[in-house]
């Protein structure tokens, strides 16, 4: 007496033989099984030389658990992904403080994303750093060498400047902090005139200011291509370096506001913002306004999954802007 099992109704091609356990009934233990996947069995039995199989039935296994990309509960956390195993991802301190989380392609010398908390006490009027250095927890081989110059592509104030994912602003008012946001590890081609210093800056300004009164989360990223997208990737180089840069497609931010009763997390909101790589001839960053669902399918990442799933699934349906600054 036994099982038989298998991905398909009509291929039940895998066998797990059934032994009596004490209550007199019949068990077997199937190991190995691939998560998220329906499985259909048939019970089998030999009886005096002759097989007996019931009707086809099925099971499907549970998904896989989504885990954090650090194995911490912060909120402004992505989930880990098979594809990043290869990658650099470190959460940078000030001491016991945290201040980034960083995932990094060593071999394409590209940031996909920085998540980090934002409040008052990150802000303030330090001078703003003369120079980038390489990010030290990392060898220099797998930077690329931005420390006193620009993308070979930026002239003039044109082309593609060093653009932080985390901003200077943002760090500002603790200098540890802030020269961690001049490592070159933070940095991405980004078209300068009417983006960087446009669209970008002033999105940047805005979120700077919620964060004077409450702490939010944020997510900034870069995308060379989107799911399921063939987008051309152009690439560029340092001034001082010949290592070849790829110039994200798009820029994207993803925020998070949440509610406390102590420690407990009791309601959140959340919005997402995309853009092209390109200039921009407005400043108003509210018509980039996505949900964080959506980004999710452009990107195929997941976010804030530190959240309870009910609150995490209310948050991320937002599309407003104006929701979300209302919160």
């Given at each position: 007496m036994g099982f038989r099992y298998g991905t398909a109704a009509n291929a039940l091609t895998n066998t797990a033989t059934a032994?009596?356990?004490a209550a007199g009934s019949f068990e077997a233990t199937i190991d190995n099984l691939t998560e998220s996947t329906t499985?259909?069995?048939a019970l089998y039995a030999v009886v005096n030389g002759k097989t007996f199989t019931s009707e086809v039935a099925s099971f499907k296994t549970l998904d896989k658990p989504i885990e954090p990309i650090v194995a911490q509960s912060w909120l402004e956390l992505p989930a880990k992904m098979e594809e990043y195993d290869n990658l650099y991802v470190n959460t940078l301190y000030d001491g016991s403080t945290r201040n980034y989380t960083i995932a990094y392609d060593k071999s394409l010398y590209t940031t996909y994303w920085v998540a980090y908390a934002l409040n008052s006490t990150h802000m303030g009027s330090l001078s703003r750093p003369d120079n980038w250095s390489y990010d030290p927890n990392l060898a220099s081989s797998y930077q690329v060498d931005l420390r006193n110059a620009s993308y070979s592509?930026?002239?003039n104030g044109e082309g593609h400047s060093r653009g932080h994912l985390i901003p200077n602003a943002s760090r500002n008012g603790n200098q540890t902090m802030q020269l961690q946001t001049f490592y070159v590890t933070n940095s991405a081609p980004q078209i300068h005139t009417s983006f960087n210093e446009g669209i970008w800056s002033s999105l940047e300004g805005a979120l700077q200011n919620?964060?004077?009164s409450e702490e939010i989360y944020i997510v900034t990223g870069t995308t060379l291509q989107t799911v399921g997208g063939n987008e051309t990737i152009s690439y560029t180089t340092a001034k001082n370096d010949t290592k070849q840069v790829p110039v994200p497609n798009y820029f994207y931010k993803v925020v998070l506001k949440v509610n406390k009763s102590g420690s407990t997390v009791t309601s959140a909101s959340a919005i997402?913002?995309?853009f092209e790589n390109k200039a921009y001839s407005s400043t108003t960053y509210s018509s980039y306004a996505k949900s964080v669902d959506e980004i999710e399918a452009l990107t195929g990442l997941d976010f804030f999954v530190n959240l309870a799933d009910n609150l995490?699934?209310?948050a991320e349906s937002n599309s407003s802007w104006t929701t979300f600054q209302a919160f």
């Open positions: 032994t009596p356990n499985y259909y069995y592509s930026y002239n919620i964060a004077q997402g913002f995309w995490e699934n209310a």
